[in-house]
């Protein structure tokens, strides 16, 4: 169980690093928030291969790997044009 968490948060780490890559332009979200963004973003793609059938939520593979940087850099968007709303 402690792994399982371990491993979402760096997972969730990498695949918001890797959003935030690929979304051009300044964010500027802070690190904790890429960090959410990362982990519902592994979470969604996660979620959305397991019901494709590639495997479980648990398991890496690349199809969930490819969604969840897909779901993280809608996310960083949406968060994107909150941040800019507020402003």
Same mark, same amino acid.
């Given at each position: 169980m402690f792994f399982d968490i371990l491993g979402f948060l760096v997972a969730g780490l990498?695949?918001?690093a890797l959003a935030? +890559? @690929?979304?051009? &332009?300044?964010?500027g979200l802070s690190l904790v928030m890429t960090l959410v963004l &990362?982990?519902?973003g592994? @979470? +969604? &793609?996660g979620l959305v291969a397991s019901f494709l059938g590639t495997g479980d939520i648990?398991?890496?593979n690349i199809l969930g790997f490819i969604l969840a940087v897909v779901f993280?850099? +809608?996310l960083i968007g949406? %968060?994107?044009g %909150?941040? %800019?709303k507020k402003k």
């Open positions: 990498i695949i918001g935030r +890559l @690929i979304k051009p &332009g300044k964010q &990362g982990i519902v592994t @979470i +969604l &793609g648990m398991e890496l993280a850099v +809608l949406v %968060a994107e %909150a941040v %800019a």
